[in-house]
Every structure is written in structure tokens, then in C-alpha cells.
């Protein structure tokens, strides 16, 4: 499988710390992307980073990608607890927009 | 601007029975999807299309059919429903110069 793996699979953070996660891959992609799902909905696109792009910045979230370890990392700063969820990496190796998901990554922000 | 809906949002089927499931997007995407959502299985690609009239299998096909008549429908059909086809299923839709998937809310079925 080329799914993306996340990493840790969950996290629990008071509300104002930074939240970490990192994903990582088996083969070369064309690019990466980051979704939230809230609990019982459906997943929301965050970002998308190209791969021959090194970092990328949204609000509050900052993506980082080593091409080089074939890994991916999403950054929350300031975290809230609207920030509760799962996060899951997803691969786009042909640029074909197939896209390949990981397991998911739970996060629960403690107010 | 409705985005990506999916009906029913729930659903109870027998062994062997058939349904479709639906959905529909407003946003004149190009690319739509059905993927599939277990526990600790992350998501799965059971079809896609890339245009009307174009669709191809995905990861875990079987037991599935799809069809793509206009850009907006993209619809799911159970051929014969299965106990191992129990799981939550969405259909999400890009444009094909790759911007990001918008996620329908999802159909939980339940097969006994």
C-alpha cells in the first residue's frame, strides 16, 4: 500500500499549546494533503503541498515536507477546542488526483 | 452553493438486497469519488471518474458499480448487499487541476 501513515495515531493537548503530527510515505509523490474530519462528518480539505515544495502556511497550520524521508508534518499552533478532530495525510502519487489516505490521526484539545 | 451532497445519510439494508446510494455536486467538478471509511482503516478508494461517461476502480471495487452520466450525479450501487460492506461512505469531487477534495457528509449503511 502507498497510504500515508500518521504519527502519533492520537494526541491529547491542553487548548493554547501547539499540536504536532507527522505523516510518512513509501513512494515518491507528486503532492500531499491534510484534511480534518470533525466526529460524524464528512472531511475538509486544510492544505495541499506540492513536491517540490518545502513548507506551506494556512492560518494557524503549518505543513512541512522532507521529499528526502518521505515524511510530512502538520504543525496547529494556539490550539482550540474547535480544533478536536481527526487528521488525516493523504498521497497523490501520480498527480492524478488518487488520492491514498492514512488511518487518521485523533486529536482532542482540552479547554 | 449546496458543495457535494449525499443521500440517505443513513441506511439498513438485508443481505443481498441492492440500493443506490447518491450524490450530487453543484460546483461543475470534473473529478468525483466514492470512498469508503472503516475503523482504523483510514479511507479507501472504491471508484472514481475524471468526466461524464468515464469511471475506473479504485482500491476496493468489488461488490460495487458506478456510472457517470452528467458532471453533477455520481452515483454508488450495491449490487448485493454483504456484512463486509457495513461502513461509512463518502463521495467527494475536485477539480482536475488538483485544488483539494470537497467531502460530501457521508451515508452510514448498515448491512445484516
Known amino acids: 500500500s502507498q497510504q500515508g501513515e500518521e504519527d502519533p495515531q492520537a494526541l491529547s493537548i491542553q487548548e493554547g499549546e501547539n499540536a504536532t503530527m507527522n505523516c510518512s510515505y513509501k513512494?515518491?509523490?507528486?503532492?500531499l494533503q491534510w484534511y480534518r474530519q470533525n466526529s460524524g462528518r464528512g472531511l475538509v480539505h486544510l492544505i495541499l503541498?506540492?513536491?517540490?515544495?518545502r513548507e506551506k502556511h494556512s492560518g494557524r497550520l503549518r505543513v512541512t515536507l522532507d521529499t528526502s524521508k518521505k515524511s510530512s508534518s502538520l504543525l496547529i499552533t494556539a490550539s482550540r477546542a474547535a480544533d478536536t478532530a481527526s487528521y488525516f495525510c493523504?498521497?497523490?502519487?501520480?498527480?492524478?488526483?488518487?488520492?491514498?489516505f492514512g488511518k487518521g490521526n485523533q486529536v482532542v484539545v482540552i479547554p | 452553493n449546496a458543495g457535494v451532497t449525499q443521500t440517505p445519510k443513513f441506511q439498513v439494508l438485508k443481505t443481498g438486497q441492492s440500493m443506490t446510494l447518491q450524490c450530487a455536486q453543484d460546483m461543475n467538478h470534473e473529478y468525483m469519488s466514492w470512498y469508503r471509511q472503516d475503523p482504523g482503516m483510514g479511507l479507501r478508494l472504491i471508484h472514481y471518474s475524471v468526466g461524464a461517461g468515464i469511471t475506473d476502480q479504485g482500491e476496493v471495487p468489488n461488490g460495487y458499480n458506478v456510472s457517470r452520466s452528467t458532471t453533477e450525479d455520481f452515483p454508488l450501487r450495491l449490487l448485493s448487499a454483504a456484512p463486509s460492506q457495513t461502513s461509512v461512505y463518502f463521495c467527494?469531487?475536485?477539480?482536475?487541476?488538483?485544488?483539494?477534495?470537497?467531502f460530501g457528509s457521508g451515508t452510514r449503511l448498515t448491512v445484516v
Open positions: 513512494t515518491s509523490i507528486n503532492n
Open positions: 493523504a498521497t497523490d502519487h501520480y498527480g492524478n488526483n488518487r488520492l491514498a
Open positions: 467527494a469531487s475536485s477539480y482536475l487541476d488538483f485544488r483539494g477534495y470537497t
Open positions: 503541498i506540492r513536491s517540490n515544495e
